[in-house]
């Protein structure tokens, strides 16, 4: 309404599903009780202007990437959940040997499952029973579209709740 309020012309806005992206054919078997977990990585700091709000996020959390998969990879342990992880890309040379350590750390706890990153997030969504995704990434969009729970997780809790970005997620 916002947007067509604006424009001078008569215009149709509809909402559609998300996009499918690449997706192998590798097979997927889980868990019943899994949850899958989607973050994405910070290849350079200097990247994200610090005069933006992920910027701002990144700068003022430093350690967000392994608070964010080890608080979840906890409390999923704790109920007997398994975690399914699946990172972007397997080998990116643009990686911090930071996360790659935190990766390797992360692939040791015997309930997380890390998934082939070529198998796409919407089918690793559709077989899970919720997903946990780092605000505000895509991800959670897919749990939507097949009416399955999803939450945004910020560790550090600074990002408002009410933030306008979650689109009720």
């Given at each position: 309404?916002?947007?067509?309020?604006?424009?001078?012309?008569?215009?149709?806005?509809?909402e559609?599903?998300?996009?499918?992206?690449?997706?192998?054919?590798?097979?997927l078997?889980?868990p019943?009780?899994?949850?899958a977990?989607?973050?994405?990585?910070?290849?350079?700091?200097?990247?994200?202007?610090?005069?933006?709000?992920?910027?701002?996020?990144?700068?003022q959390?430093?350690?967000?990437?392994?608070?964010?998969?080890?608080?979840?990879?906890?409390?999923?342990?704790?109920?007997?959940?398994?975690?399914?992880y699946?990172?972007?890309?397997l080998?990116?040379?643009?990686?911090?040997?930071?996360?790659?350590?935190?990766?390797?750390?992360?692939?040791?706890?015997?309930?997380?499952?890390?998934?082939?990153?070529?198998?796409?997030?919407?089918?690793?969504?559709?077989?899970?029973?919720?997903?946990?995704?780092?605000?505000?990434?895509?991800?959670a969009?897919?749990?939507?579209?097949?009416?399955?729970?999803?939450?945004?997780?910020?560790?550090?809790?600074?990002?408002?709740?009410?933030?306008?970005?979650?689109?009720g997620?």
């Amino acid at each position: 309404d916002f947007l067509a309020s604006k424009l001078k012309s008569k215009i149709n806005i509809y909402e559609d599903k998300p996009l499918s992206f690449f997706d192998s054919k590798d097979s997927l078997d889980l868990p019943i009780n899994s949850i899958a977990v989607f973050d994405f990585e910070v290849y350079k700091e200097s990247s994200y202007p610090s005069w933006s709000t992920i910027g701002e996020y990144f700068t003022q959390n430093r350690n967000f990437e392994e608070e964010f998969l080890f608080k979840i990879q906890k409390i999923l342990d704790e109920y007997d959940f398994a975690m399914i992880y699946k990172c972007k890309k397997l080998s990116d040379q643009r990686s911090r040997v930071k996360r790659k350590n935190l990766l390797a750390k992360l692939a040791k706890c015997k309930n997380v499952i890390m998934v082939n990153p070529d198998i796409s997030a919407e089918r690793i969504t559709s077989k899970c029973k919720a997903t946990i995704s780092l605000p505000f990434t895509s991800t959670a969009h897919y749990a939507y579209n097949y009416k399955k729970k999803s939450v945004y997780f910020d560790p550090s809790g600074w990002i408002n709740k009410e933030d306008k970005a979650a689109y009720g997620i």
